[in-house]
């Protein structure tokens, strides 16, 4: 920087700067100022809307099993609060008293929706497998298989190798879905006994075949 030799060059310097630059520094200070205001706005407004959807969400399922409130319960929170997780959980919710209800069509929407529009992973993942679950009630055994074909943790393997033997079963490939029956009784836990089941009607039905 110049140097100058009295206070009075230096002010002069100084008001010349600001003049050629004050605008710019005024704008930046502004600017800033507005998009902290911005982010806090846009922060708060996030946590109210969390807040918000977890009491439509806690209502409706201290309200319990009637479908029809399940279902605008899900759509009010599908519509306002889709950014929220509580849109895709509701959507379970949802699916699961359409399924008892033997509504298969309109539960299989409400987990494809929340496949597709989950915040959360592990969210998705339970939507897909109780999607895959629903549509092989259906007997679409192929597309079980496709979806299946995603990654998923290991604590739901035997719950998808029962999936598969399913779908294997239903196309008529007898022997994958002993392999895949086998894998699920690895893991099987409380459900061994029925999945031995329908591993030994399998075996039955090949020794009756031979």
């Known amino acids: 920087m110049a140097d100058y030799n009295n206070d009075d060059e230096q002010l002069e310097a100084l008001k010349q700067w600001w003049k050629e630059n004050g605008a710019a ?6 600017l800033g100022a507005a998009a ?6 846009w922060q708060d407004y996030q946590v109210e809307q969390a807040q918000a959807a977890s009491a439509l969400y806690a209502e409706m399922r201290v309200q319990g099993g009637d479908v029809d ?3 605008a319960g899900a759509e009010m929170l599908r519509s306002d609060y ?3 997780p509580y849109a895709a959980l509701a959507a379970l919710e949802a699916a699961a008293g359409l399924v008892e209800a033997g509504r298969l069509e309109d539960a299989e929407a409400q987990l494809r929706w929340a496949l597709e529009s989950a915040r959360l992973p592990e969210v998705a993942e339970l939507a897909r497998l109780r999607l895959a679950s629903v ?3 259906q007997g ?3 597309e079980v298989l496709e979806l299946l074909e995603a ?4 604590s739901y393997a035997g719950l998808v190798d029962e999936l598969r033997g399913d779908a294997y079963r239903a196309q008529g490939d007898l022997d994958a879905a002993r392999r895949a029956y086998d894998r699920a009784l690895s893991s099987a836990g409380s459900r061994s006994e029925y999945l031995q ?3 030994d009607d399998l075996g039955r039905a090949e020794a009756a075949a031979s």
């Not at 520094?25 to 502004?30: D, E, F, L």
């Not at 902290?36 to 706005?41: A, H, I, K, Q």
Request: proline share 3%.
């Open 135 to 137: 549509i092989m009630a």
């Open 82 to 84: 889709a950014r929220t």
């Open 25 to 30: 520094v005024v704008a930046g200070i502004v």
């Open 140 to 142: 679409r055994a192929s």
């Open 36 to 41: 902290l205001f911005g982010w806090r706005f």
């Open 197 to 199: 089941l329908k591993r």
């Open 69 to 71: 409130t399940l279902m």
């Open 151 to 154: 990654e998923l943790p290991e």
